[in-house]
Structure formats: structure tokens, C-alpha cells
């Protein structure tokens, strides 16, 4: 099995660290490729960020060896519903994977994240996942995404401060960790929190495996149906649907008149 | 990885059923041990009949080979938070699991379930999983439990009608089959369908594999931690938590002291 | 009238306790038999107690004396779907009851409640009842359930300043108290707290008199109609619908054959 | 105890129905006054209607005899905060009384009211009371309210009609009848429909009397505490609260006093 | 455009201070027309101040020049369904207009209001308008409304901590002020709180001009059509719908005959 | 007043179309200016469309003259949130613009939009701005929005009828277009409907200038603060924070500073 995992940010860095996560969890027989977006923001740290992001995803997917799943490896799951309509293999976002995980091992769940701008982010897939009951709080470290990667210890220092607050406060009973490039710390922070803490790149691999073990594809019946053939203008002209080098073999002008008749 | 499906009614073809079902999806190094429970009723169609099931799955859980994972393999998740207590290793329900790994594939899908009177226990686990947005409608075929096991093709009829009209009414994306003992219909409905049909039995191994393979086990923080210890009484005598044959080896006494210090 | 009381907990001076509080309240003309489960927990304090504590309840009601209308006297409100399947007198829980009481007397209310780790169970009850515009929080004061037997002071005190919090912080209007244990101090918070103080016990006996009152029996139309005959197997046997003496001299395989065709 | 029937419409002849239903409901010791609102509209059928009642409804409860408890009997609860501030007696409202009732009875029930352009201010009401999830749908009869107090049967026969598509298209388990000019069709039509039919007057009388009877008196902190003592202008200089004649022998003045301070 | 500024509270210089707002914000082409209600209470401050209002705001829809709309000034927006039912003239809310208004220039908002008891009253508006995702909280200063018309600055300094707070406590992302009392501090707490800060007389103007703007009149099909025709009695006879000199020159009787037909 | 109204679909009579009804409407004061995105589809169905036209949204609020608002003319509001964050200058969405519009008018509405498959874009709209309550249903016609272009009247007379169903079936008191591309066939389905019929094109020129007018200005407090300076790479290299020419001239280098510290 081919699992393609999409970093939609440009930092390279970070995706060697989320693909060293997804290969420690990855089956036997799952091969992970690993990818960075070529256009776009370093980090995304709100909804310009994540916006502009899509186009990347979109790139990695629409090119090369055609996967039998793709992750999308940014906790905004940035471009979710636009990748599951181009291609029938299960798309999943690292945030709906980490929060469907979440609900079970535990009754609750809150989730730490960087920057407080990216908060309100993290609410709406809380709402748009139907976590509304599971999610106790989503709790703001400031902790820029690129800290991350920085090898001293004050960034870890408040994600663990906050988890403890999590705990303590909001009565959490596991957490959800709100940045792929948190994944590293996964095995860290449970020795110290005694509660399931969960990294959405591990989530979405095994979730990813298990879905295509199921036999399941995307439904191409109603909005995930493959895009309408239609004119694409400008510096987006190659993103035309009718042109994209779609892995699964559609010719999309056939399948529409059909659509319609 | 051992995975223990424990069939909540006490009709043991529908077991095998399920166990083929399983088997055809298990990854090459789990193992399906199956378990008809061994008190309460021959189907499950109600909340009495349901209450009284949680005694036998509790038994499985308590007793025999401790697993990795169990499976509740009855779309009523019956005990589901009362076994969640009484193991550390994660449980599944297949009403819980099938819901889940529909929101991955579509984003909408329509429940066809058993009995009109079993509408509302679907109901009831929509809103508690958070499903309200993403599920369309339960919808009832009135097809008794037990009817799915015989070879005549009357009620794979009716809930191949009541699918189509899931789809056309409902503009459902994917359907989720409402009982255990429809999970050998999943091909043939998806061929006829031409949209994913998910059954939980497939989807709650694959799931337990991915919880497992995350390395994440329940939470013992919170409502979920073990049962205090306590004297139970009259025929229940034998479920006093401390005489439990829990398959955690936990000293339940010692963890309470520790709890309340 | 006769309205029985039903302890789902082994512990007979709580039904004691709670008895008091009935025949307080009790109208004239209302009889109230009290009943200790003869099976289960000494205490109901988890997921796990609670789903055993069924069979104790449904015990009382398929047996002795035909009551007018039955209350479930523990503030989980166990097995009140599946006891209302199998009478069509009206089955009335605590928790349930005092809510509804609290909604008539204040816009409002805060839960105080007894273990931390029954916190959940209450939260999920206010959802299933419709009461998360009324009900403020719920509030955990980690006092055991048997505590509050004990003689001296310190549950009390503990439960007072639960309730102050909950008027400060939460801004409640009335408190709803979480256990049938407690039912013995509504009247001295009630004059500390100058709020209504609601206790379940008394508010189930009261509704239970007043749908009495109003001729209401269960719907047995629907998932509430009286369980299906069908075969009950090994300790369970004895639960066979069939076999049941129900109290309403309903007989259940006839009416089934009436409902199918 | 003494129970004030108030009918928020100028209709006398539907309130001597109302107190006939109240009457027969009652039990030994209450007393049922009735009261016909002396001033506003004939029958209530709009927000207009209905904003425009709530005078008299509060002109019946600072004059004349203190009772015990008082209810509002329209289904659309008109005033009911209101009525709530200006007595520490418990005040019902019809439709509230009968849709808790029904969540006692049945897991669902529909709303069979009167003119279409009602039916908005009943599933306000809906949402108010937390009942979403118990309401499946609120049916218009298109029968004017005063059509109710004619001999003929055509307002019967339509009324009947919706309550039999509520059964079957709604899969309700219950009826709630959405006027108090109802209430004398209870009987006929549950012999019909073989549910629970609930009617909001008997329901709050019933429940009036348990709230009595559990001791507890409208909470008088928060936003239902008596009215801040203040200056009122024109036509309605004499609803000034502190020369309200209160029932309850309050000094607003001085209370409002020691709540500042 | 004639837009007409009704202050439901007797206290005119309250309505002047809105009247400086209005006109502050007015287009060029739009007049607006002050009125103070001639009954009820001197502020609003509770359920029962506000139901009475509404005779007063009735009485300045239904008098006088005819208006392209009508503000209802208070922030619980007495009437104002009511108010739609008698004019297809559009009638806005100050508490409306506010809290839209911010959804346009902020994720979030919390609602800085007067007195603790009319925060219940805000909660219930936040609701109804489907403002529950944007509103992070209510928040009460315990100003009472006319210490808002004090020259002192204590009141003034309460709002500015309490709006502080909001920023600091909710993280909210602008305010809206939750009294029609408050619209001259307006550009003094900007400035202070660098967020938007909203006031319902200034948003209820702009935007009752944008919807005259836009052609839009109420709609006058369902539950807003034209009150019907029926007898008024006592002191509020002249209520009777047939008798309202309404302003929009509807013969009520020949259209409720229409209707029927 | 300037206002920018875009079109993110590259199909630029429709912007004509656009700019007719914005014209018609907008105040003597406001200058409209109009512009069609440069890159992406020519018309927006679906997710993927949706996804791509945010990019020239962009490049119409990052290029050419500073607006006093911008609205963006596509009723799936593609790009909301991202273009508020790189202006202080209001941003407004038809979809947003249209339903605030609505609940102005009426207390429900139903939304008539193009193909199925965009019908749940519609939905995700109204459960994000809180229009669950109002919005009676989302009808999609399978008129593609390219074909609302063409002079033929096939495309009118499914909308219409589409319309009627609304009224007739949900009981919707209002109508809202679902696609910018209906604007000119407002005032023929007013006449034909009876009921408020609202465009979003419409409706965002009037609230904008309600916004503007109110001297309000988007949050830069949280999720909306202007992007954090970094690195962009690859083809959307230009798109990096601090190269954009923003129209608010900021230096969001100093401004980041200032924030963290």
C-alpha cells in the first residue's frame, strides 16, 4: 500500500519529522512517500497561510505515482474536501484523523496547539468534525511552528505546561496534539501526562490503512464527485480538471455528460 | 495482534457471519478470536434487550486470553463506556467504528438499519458521536435481526430498496449498514450502489488495528479509569470489580488508594 | 397510588434515606413500597456500576406487586428506556425528574454531584434531556457515594461549598443535587443558599403522581412498545420477554403477531 | 392549595373548558380559580396577539387572592418570565408543562396546533425548552382557535387527520395538543390513536401541584428576582413594581436595597 | 428615508443620546424621527420591564407619520416580532443589528452589558439569533441603565475593565456594548481597546437603511402576516388589529378573507 | 466610498451582471468597482473550483486601488477569512451578506442554489454562521451556473419552480438566491413569489456600506491579524507577507515584532 504524506507547508525539515512519526507506526506493508509543498508559506499560521496552501496539496496529489491514500499533514487539514474530489483514494487530514483517535481511547479530549491565531482554526474543525462534545478546550501555547524544529527546550517546555493545564483545568482525558510538528514529542509527553496524547501523522497513517483495508473510496455521488470539466484561466490555466493528470483514469468530460443525462 | 469480537446476541451464525467478515479484512498478523455471548437474547432489537446484553459482553471481556482489542459487534455499542473501564486495551463498537470511517469517505451518509423500533437507539448514538451534521437520516427496513439469516432473498430486498432511497431522498453519499448481520451484503450493495457501504464489523478491525498500531490505549483518567473496588451483591456477586479477573493485572484496591492520596 | 421506589444500589439505609424523602412529599393517597436491588453495587460510581445495576432494577419491576408508576432512585437514571419498555406504567428517573423540576422554578441551574469520574455521566444526561441551556455545570466534590451515609460532617460541608461555587461562579439559580444520597440535605442548603434546592428523589414522587394524574401511560408505540418475544440464554434465561410476569397481563407473543401483520 | 387557571385570551367560554379539563385533573385539595384575561385579544393566533396578552395575564396575578401557583394557559407560554419575576409562587406555562410531560411517556412526540402562522412561535418554544431532539415536528391544523369552540366536527375531524400523519409520516410516539382550546379532545383522540395524547392544561395543573408540593417556590436570584422598584410612565404608570400589589409581601424597595449592597 | 428611532423606555434623554448616534451615522438622505415610549418603565432591566414595554413600542409603529422602518432601542429588543407583524415597513433591533454587525468584522465577540439579571436575556438573544459560535460570552457590569446618564465616570470605568476582561479572559476579537445607554462611548473605548466595538444604534441604522436600500419589506407570508382581524377587549380595546391605523394602508378584513380562501 | 466587488470566477459577463444590480442599489455616495479574478474557473461548483479561485481573490485585494470594502460576488464566500486577514477594510461575502439580510425580513428562508453537488457548500454556510435555525433547506435546481447566462428561459423556470416548492413545501417566508449569477432575476421572483426575494450581490453593496458607515473596521485582534511575515516559496513565492502590497500600509515586519513581544 502507497500512502502519500503531504507536508503543505514548505519546510522540509518538518516533513522528515512527521515521515519519521508515520514510518515508526506505518504496517508492513505500507510504503510511505513522503512530499513538500513547492509553493506556498513556510509554516501556516492562519487562514492566508492555509488558503494559499491548497494549491500545493493539489500539486502533489495531481502529480506523480498515484497513492492508494493521501494525507494532508497540516492540522488545518488545508484543502480536504478540494483533494477528495480530484482523486477516489481516501484523502485524510491529520486533525480529523487525531480527533476521531481521540474519541476512542477517551470520553474527552482538549487539544494544544502553537500560535493563538490558529485557535479559531482548530474550533471550526472542532465543530465541522461534530467534536463539539469530546473537545473540552483548544488550548493556545504561542509557540510559533517553526520553533518547532529549534532544538532547545523552551517550546517543549510550554506544550507541556499546557497539557498539564489541560488536564488539571478542563479535565481532559487525553490530548490532541495541534501541530504535525508536534509529532515527535508523542511518546515524551504521554510518560509524563499519563493520558493518551495523540499526534494526528500517526493517526492518519493507521487510519489511512484502515480504510483502504476496508475496501473504501472516496463517494463520487453528490459533492465529492470528480470536478466538472470546465475553463481554467490565468496562472491557474493548468489546474483546468479536463487537464489535470488525474491518478484515477477519469476522463471527466465522459463522466459529466453521463452525470447529466 | 489479537483482536476479540464479541457478538452481544447469543446466536452463534450470526458470530460466524461477523467472523468472516472480520477475517477478510484482519491485516496478516491479527488474529480474530470470536465470541458469542453466552447469556441474554438471540437478537438485539430494543433498550431491554440491549441493557441485558452488557452483562455478556462484559463476561467475554473478563474472562479467557487477554486481547489487544475488543469489538462490540452490535450497531447498539451495548456496554460500550462499561467495558472501556474494566481494560486498558481499546474497545470498539461497530455502530461507533462504521459512523467514523464513513466521514472519511463522503460527506454525508444515510443509516439503513433493522427494525423501526431500533430507529431511535441509531438516533441516539448519531448525537452522541457527534454524527448529527454527516448523517442524513436512519432509516428502518423492518427486517427482524434474525430474518438476515435466512437464505431467502426477501430481506436483502428490502434494504436494498431502502438504500436506493437513501440516495434518492435523502442525496445520501454512503450508507452505513445498521446491524452486524448485514455485513456479507456489503459487495453486492456496493456494486448495485455504486457508493460506499460501510459495515462496522470490517470497520471496527480495522480501526482496533490502527488504535492499536498508534500505541494508544484507553484513558485511565477520568470516567473511563477502573471500576472502584466495592461490594457487589446477589447473583452479580462475582462482578465486584476487585474480583475481576481483569486482564490489565491491576491491583484495583491499591490504585484507588492511590487515587484518592 | 402505589408508586415504587426503586434503589438500584445494594446499600438498603440509602433506601432508607430516600424513603423518607418520598413519604415527605408523598400525596395522601400515595403508597410508596421501597425496593434495595438484590444484585450489584453497594454504590453506583462509573459506567461500569451503572450498566450492572440493570438487572436489579428490572428485577423490581417484573416482580411483586403492579406499582402505578416506578422511580429509578440512583441519578444516572439506569435502564429507564429498557424498564419502560417492559410496563406500561410510567417509569420516572431522579435525574431526569429533577431537572425538569429545576427548569419550572428558575432559567438556570447548576448539578453537584459526588465523584469527579461521575461527572461524565451527568454531562451526558443533561445533553439526552435537552437541558444544556439550563444547566450551567456540572460540578464534581469528589465525595464517595457512601460518604454521605457517614455521620460527620465533612461530605456536607464539602457539598455546601460545592453549591456556593456554583451560585458565584457559574451565576446558577437553583442547584440540582446529583445523588439520591443526598436527599436528606436539600432543606438545610436550601436555607443556606436562599435558591432552589432540588432533589430527585422528591421531584420523581411528585412527576410520578402528577402523570398518574393526567391518566398517562408509556407509548407503546414505537421503541418504548413492550420487548419481542424471543429465546433469553444461559444466566439470562429467566429474561426471556415471554417468561416475564409482566405487570400489565400483556401477552407479548400475541401482540407481536398483531404488530407485524 | 390554591391553582390560578389564567387564560391569557378574552374568551370566556374557553376558559370554563379549560377549568372543566383542570377540574377533572385536580387532585383533593387543590382549588382551581379561573381567570379570563379582561383585557387584549379574543383568541391568540401571532407574536401581535400574544405580546399584546401579557397585561392580563399580569393584572391576574397581582390582584385579587394569593395562589399557590399559577398557569398561563395558552400554548404559547405568553409573559411567562415575566409572571415569574412578580411571584415567588411557581408559574406554568401550558406548553411547557405538556412537553415535559410527554418526554416522561414517549422518546418522541409531535406538536398538533392550530393556524400555520402559530406554528413558528411553538418551535420556538421547542428550542427554548431544550426539546429538539424530543419534537419531531410541529403540525398546523389550519383550524382558527375560536373554530374550537364550535359544535360541529369539522375542527375534529382535521385535527385528528394531523395527529394520524404525525404517527405515521412522523413516527411520533406521542401527541401534544398545541391549544388550550384542546383539552377537551384528550380523551377521544387517545382512544383513537392508541398513544399518549397530552394536553398542556392538565399537564400543568398536575404539575403545578408537584412543584408545590416538593416546596420549592420560583428562584429569586438571577433574572427571575422581583422587579427593580422604578418610575412607569402613561397608561401604565400603575404597573410601577413597588406599587404592585405583590402576593407575596415583598418591600421592593428595601429588597432592591440589600441586593445592591 | 424616514427611519424612526424608538426608545422603548420613558427616559428621553436616554433617547436623545441615541438620537446623537443615529444622526451621527445617517446617510445624507435619511431623516430619522425620535420617539420615547410614552408607557412603561423609566429603563429596562428584567422580564417584566421588558414585556410591558412593548405596548409602548407598538403604540409609536402604529401613530404618527408612517416610517421606511423602525429601530427598536433597546438592547433586549422588546416587541420586535410583534412589531413585524403590523408593518411590512422593516423594524430592526438594536441587539440584532449589534451582533451581526460584528460578525462581519470579527470571528469572535463578547457582549458587554449592565446589569447581572438582564444577562440571561442577552444569553437568550444569542441564541435565537444563531450567535452562539461568535458570541464567547455575556458579560454584566452591574451599571444599572440610568447610572449610564450620570456625568461621573464610575460607571464608565466599569464598562472599560468588564470590555478589558473580554479581551483578555474570552480572547474575544471586538465587542459589542449591550445597552442602547452605552452608544456614546463608543469611540472612547476603541480607542482604549484597539477592537471594533459595536453599538446597536449606530448598526441598526446603517443597516436599516441598507435593507430599505435593498427594496426588502417584511414578509408578510407566515408567521409576520398581518395580525387578524378579531375583537380587542378592556383597556387594551384599541389594540383590535381592524382599528390600528396602520400604517400601511391594509384593509385587514378583506385580506384575512384572501387568505382563507 | 469605494467599494471593490470581485468576481473569483473568471467568467466576466457574469461580473457585468454582478455590477448591474450593484450599481442599482448601491448609494449615491458609493463607487462601485468591479473585477473579474484573473486565474481559476470560469464558473465555481464545487469544492475543488472553490478552493483555486481563493488566489485571485487575493490578487484583486493585494493589487490596484485601496477599497473602502471588498465583497466577494460567489455564494460559496471563497476566501472570506483569508482576505480579511490582509485588510483592515471591511471583506464581505454575498452568501454571508445574503442570510444576515434575510433574518431581517423574515423568521425563515430557503436557500435556491445551481447543482446538487453545491448545495452542501450551502449548508456548511449556514451552520457557520449560525443559520440553522432560519434556513428552512438548501434546494439545489441542476441549473449549472453557466447556463444562468444564456437568454433561454429554461433556467428561469426551474429556479422558479424551485421557488414555489419553498413556499409551498418548507414554508419559507423569504427566498435567497444561491448564486451571484441569479441577481437580475430578483425583482421578476419577487413579483411572482410574494415573499422577499434576497440576492447577496445586493445585499453585500448595502451592508458594506452599513459597515464602512459605522466607521467599523476588521478585527486585527486574533484570527484576523494581518499574515505573520515569512518565507513563501515556489509559484506563489509573490504571495510572502511582506511583499505584498498591502493596502493598509502596513509594515507587518515591525507589527509582528511589536505583537510577540
Known amino acids: 500500500m502507497l500512502i502519500k504524506l503531504i507536508n503543505p507547508n514548505t519546510t522540509s525539515t ?10 515508526t ?17 513556510a509554516s501556516i499560521e492562519g487562514h492566508y497561510d492555509e488558503a ?32 477528495r474530489e480530484i482523486t477516489a483514494s481516501p484523502v485524510l487530514g491529520i486533525a480529523e484523523a487525531a480527533m476521531h483517535a481521540a474519541t476512542f481511547v477517551a470520553t474527552s479530549f482538549s487539544i494544544v496547539t502553537t500560535l493563538e491565531r490558529t ?22 501555547t504561542d509557540v510559533p511552528v517553526l520553533d518547532l524544529e529549534k532544538l532547545d527546550s523552551t517550546a517543549d517546555a510550554a506544550i507541556l505546561a ?27 509527553l504521554q510518560q509524563r501526562l499519563s493520558v493518551p496524547v495523540i499526534d494526528g ?5 493507521k487510519f489511512a490503512e484502515a480504510i483502504v483495508g476496508m475496501g473504501l473510496r472516496t463517494s463520487k455521488v453528490g459533492d465529492l464527485a470528480y470536478p ?4 481554467y484561466a490565468g496562472k491557474l490555466a493548468e489546474y483546468a480538471p479536463a487537464g489535470l493528470k488525474l491518478r484515477d483514469n477519469i476522463n471527466l468530460a465522459a463522466l459529466a455528460t453521463a452525470v447529466r443525462s
Do not use: W
Open 228 to 231: 466538472l470539466p470546465k475553463a
Open 162 to 188: 499546557e497539557c498539564q493545564k489541560a488536564l488539571s483545568e478542563d479535565r481532559a482525558e487525553a490530548i490532541v496534539l495541534g501541530c504535525a510538528g508536534m509529532s515527535n514529542l508523542v511518546e515524551r
Open 119 to 140: 485557535r479559531i482554526i482548530s474550533e471550526h474543525l472542532v465543530r465541522s468534525y461534530g467534536m463539539q462534545h469530546h473537545c473540552r478546550r483548544v488550548r493556545a
Open 52 to 83: 494559499l496552501s491548497v494549491v500545493g496539496v493539489i500539486d502533489e496529489i495531481a502529480q506523480g505515482e498515484t497513492a492508494d491514500a493521501y494525507i494532508i499533514g497540516c492540522f488545518g487539514d488545508p484543502g480536504l474536501l478540494a483533494a
Open 14 to 23: 518538518m516533513t522528515e519529522r512527521m515521515g519519521d512519526t508515520a514510518r
Open 25 to 41: 507506526v506505518a504496517a508492513a506493508g505500507s510504503k510511505i512517500i513522503l512530499a513538500t509543498s513547492r509553493s506556498g508559506a
Open 201 to 205: 501523522v500517526a493517526a492518519a497513517v
